[in-house]
Each structure stands twice: as structure tokens, then as C-alpha cells.
């Protein structure tokens, strides 16, 4: 393996290494990734802008500190993308979207102040579906961005640049934001690690929204170690989060949703090699396709209050297509917005019903893997990934194979609602066994 491969593929706690060894300083690693965009980028088009003078003096000074032995942080050095939809102060922040291609950010989102504090280093913007309200990554103003695992396949959505950024090895982790799956289902279409922490636990503030009451903001990884890197990080948490295996797992019943035959194989087979004692499978009686369709309207509903400013109805700058979901959303009466929103609290209920007795839900991050463009986005996409926004539960998926075409199947792993750094314990301990 030559320097160039080797560099892609470092995660954050191999980058650390090397920086506090010398042998790699956060300067240079940073040339490296702008020459990773520079060749891999017009083909994979993940990153819609590059912050390149503003990221070559957050390196250097990140290496002056290296060289002096005062590291801020375990991200110091570490360059990462942030999803269009995230405000970076002095840069476009449009959320994909053509009306706001003028709007330049005054201040950086919180978690932007966040990881800049800690000494990360801005890299860009990367590429994402319209408004975040989709399903593959196929924005009609910026482009299509496509999968770098297989040619002419999306990455998935609404995230699908910041993971599609990561997985070809253009920079070794991003933010997203996830409202019933953006920054898991692209991570699981990838081959990466997508962490949605607890609601409130990265800030939003500073983010154009789709929907107030479901939007988390995520990360995209290489590990679920990296994924504890950033935690740390921006949280402050100064202890260890231990590797530990859950006591016991309840899994989804998967036969609720139409899932392909190889990633219910995949499933089953990890469920095998976890072997850890399971409980009955959960949800029975959830309806995931009415679940799915509440969670929907208020996205809109809450997406349409917001754009409202901008007169989306007869702009030219939001295309049909969106226009005509915020309308719709825009047109629910309160009652139906009433019953939306109490369709997703029974996911609440359930949740704390089922964590008197178990300590993890477990289940397929999609139904399927990534699939090509021009094909019909599945229905059922978000089935596994919507309880946890619903249910305001951290989750994170890992890879744990792939189906017989090549492409990633991801393992979605759901703790407590408030039990982060329990879920990213548990994590590190099933990730040891793929």
C-alpha cells in the first residue's frame, strides 16, 4: 500500500498517533485531503464548497501546537466537512437549497464553535438533498452525489455528501443531521459509522432546520472509537467510555417491513455472532408505514413555518418537487398536526416501557442497501432508523457486511434516551466482532 492509500484510510484515533508521534503534522494531512478532493471529488461530487484558506491556518496553528506539546484536544488537527444545511461564519450556508445561495453565515453554528474549539479544522461544505427533506442525495441545484463504494448508486440521504466524503477518503469524518435517519442510513449505504446522539447533545443551533422537533446533528466516521473521539470533544466528557457489551438485546421484528432477503440474512447472522442473550423482538403492534407518514407531516409542517420567509410557494429558487411537500405540509390543519405529533409520542411511551427491562434495541439500519439512480426510492427507507428521533434515542450504525452485489449493510444499535456514552460503550464492543 502506497502513502497516498494509507492516508485515506486513517481514522482519528491513527491520525492522533501520528501527530503526537511527528511523524504527521495536521498541516500536511490536510494538503493530503484537499488533494483527495481535488481528484476524487469531481466524480463523487460530495463537497459543494472548499474552505481551503480558512482550513490551511487552522492546520498550521494546530501544528504549532503539536510541535509544542499543547494539543487542545483528541480532534486537534482533524479535518472535517459539515453538511450544507450548517453554518460556517463566512461561508454560503444554504441547506442545498437556491434561495439561501446568497446567505452567508455571521457566526458559526454552535457546533461548528465547538469542534473549532477543540482544534478540528473546517475542511467545507458538503453536498445534501434539498431542504434535507429526501432520500438519495439527488439535489437539483448542486447535483447528484453519488455512492463511492459503486458507480451511478446514491449514498442515500439527506446527509449523503458527508458520508459519501468519508467513506472515498476525502477527510476522515463530517457532520451531519438526522430527522428520521439522515446521517444513519447514508453512513449504513456507505460502510461507515453514523452516531445520531440524544436530542439536545449537539447543539442545533445554528442550523437551517427541517423539522424542529426531529433534527439531531450527527457524525459520520470511520469507527465508532472516532465517533467517541468527537464526543468527547465537544461535550467536554473527560472520562473513559469503556468498552462493554450489552446485558441484553431486544431486536426489531424485521418481519414488519419488507426487508431484502440479504440484509435480513445479514441480521439474523449477526444476531448469531453477537451472541448475546436476546429478549422477544419489540415494536410488535408499532406501525411503521403510519409511524413513518406522521413523522413526514411534521417534517414538512415544521420545514414549511421556517421557509415561509422566503415565500417558497412562488420562488424560483426552491424547486417543485420541495415546494410541493412544504405545501402540503403547510395546508394540515392543527388537529391533523395534533394527531402527528401523538402518533410519535406513542414511540416515546414504548421506548420507556422496553428500557425498564433491556438495555439496547438492535436492528437492521435499513431495510435494504443503497440502490441505484433512476430506481424508485424504497417507502420504507426509514423504518428501522424514524423510532429513535421519535423516541429521542441515541443510535448508531456500524457496518457488518456486505450484501452479494458488494454493497455495505449497516447494524443499527439503540440505547435510552440520555445514555450516550452507554450506547457508544456498547458499541465499541459489537464493533470488536465484525
Not at 483527495?36 to 487552522?58: G, H, S, W
Not at 450556508?93 to 474549539?117: S, T, W
Not at 444476531?271 to 413513518?292: A, F, H
Amino acid at each position: 500500500m502506497n502513502k497516498k492509500q494509507s492516508l485515506e484510510d486513517l481514522t482519528l484515533s491513527q491520525l492522533r498517533e501520528a501527530f503526537l508521534a511527528k511523524t504527521l503534522t495536521p498541516s500536511d494531512f490536510l494538503e493530503f485531503c484537499l488533494d483527495c478532493i481535488d481528484r476524487l471529488n469531481p466524480k463523487i461530487n460530495a463537497v459543494l464548497e472548499i474552505y481551503a484558506d480558512t482550513a490551511r491556518a487552522a492546520a498550521a496553528a494546530s501544528t504549532e501546537r503539536y510541535a509544542a506539546g499543547r494539543a487542545r484536544s483528541a480532534i486537534d488537527g482533524m479535518p472535517m466537512g459539515v453538511k450544507a444545511n450548517i453554518a460556517v461564519r463566512g461561508y454560503v450556508c444554504h441547506a442545498g437549497i437556491k434561495a439561501y445561495e446568497d446567505r452567508i453565515a455571521k457566526y458559526d453554528a454552535d457546533i461548528v464553535h465547538q469542534l473549532r474549539r477543540a482544534g478540528a479544522i473546517i475542511i467545507g461544505s458538503l453536498n445534501m438533498e434539498e431542504g434535507a427533506l429526501g432520500a438519495q442525495t439527488d439535489n437539483p441545484w448542486f447535483g447528484k452525489c453519488y455512492n463511492p463504494v459503486k458507480d451511478g448508486y446514491t449514498p442515500g440521504g439527506s446527509s449523503g455528501g458527508s458520508a459519501a466524503a468519508v467513506a472515498a477518503g476525502m477527510m476522515p469524518a463530517s457532520l451531519g443531521t438526522d430527522t428520521m435517519g439522515s446521517v444513519r442510513i447514508p453512513s449504513s449505504y456507505c460502510g461507515i459509522v453514523g452516531f445520531k446522539p440524544t436530542p439536545g447533545t449537539y447543539s442545533t443551533k445554528g442550523v437551517i432546520p427541517l423539522s424542529t422537533t426531529l433534527d439531531t446533528v450527527g457524525t459520520h466516521t470511520k469507527t465508532v472509537k472516532d465517533a467517541v473521539m468527537i464526543y468527547g470533544a465537544v461535550t467536554g466528557f473527560k472520562g473513559k467510555i469503556d468498552t462493554r457489551a450489552p446485558r441484553n438485546m431486544s431486536p426489531f421484528d424485521i418481519s414488519q417491513s419488507d426487508v431484502s432477503p440479504d440484509v435480513s440474512t445479514a441480521f439474523v447472522a449477526a444476531l448469531e455472532t453477537i451472541n448475546i442473550p436476546t429478549t422477544v423482538p419489540v415494536l410488535k403492534g408499532y406501525d411503521y408505514s403510519k409511524q413513518r407518514r406522521a413523522g413526514l407531516i411534521i417534517s414538512e409542517y415544521e420545514g414549511a413555518k421556517y421557509h415561509a420567509h422566503k415565500n417558497f410557494e412562488t420562488s424560483d429558487g426552491f424547486s417543485e418537487q420541495f415546494k410541493s411537500m412544504l405545501a402540503f405540509g403547510a395546508k394540515q390543519s392543527p388537529q391533523k398536526i395534533t394527531e402527528a405529533k401523538e402518533k410519535l409520542s406513542n414511540a416515546t411511551h414504548m421506548a420507556d416501557d422496553f428500557f425498564n427491562d433491556a438495555s439496547c434495541l438492535i436492528a437492521p439500519t435499513a431495510p435494504q442497501t443503497a440502490f441505484e439512480f433512476g430506481q424508485d426510492v424504497p417507502v420504507n427507507q426509514a423504518d428501522f432508523t424514524a423510532f429513535a428521533n421519535f423516541a429521542k434515542l441515541p443510535a448508531l450504525s456500524l457496518p457488518i457486511g456486505n450484501d452479494t452485489h458488494g454493497l455495505p449493510i449497516g447494524l443499527q444499535v439503540m440505547a435510552k434516551s440520555g445514555r450516550d456514552r452507554a450506547l457508544l460503550g456498547m458499541a465499541l464492543a459489537l464493533e470488536a466482532k465484525f
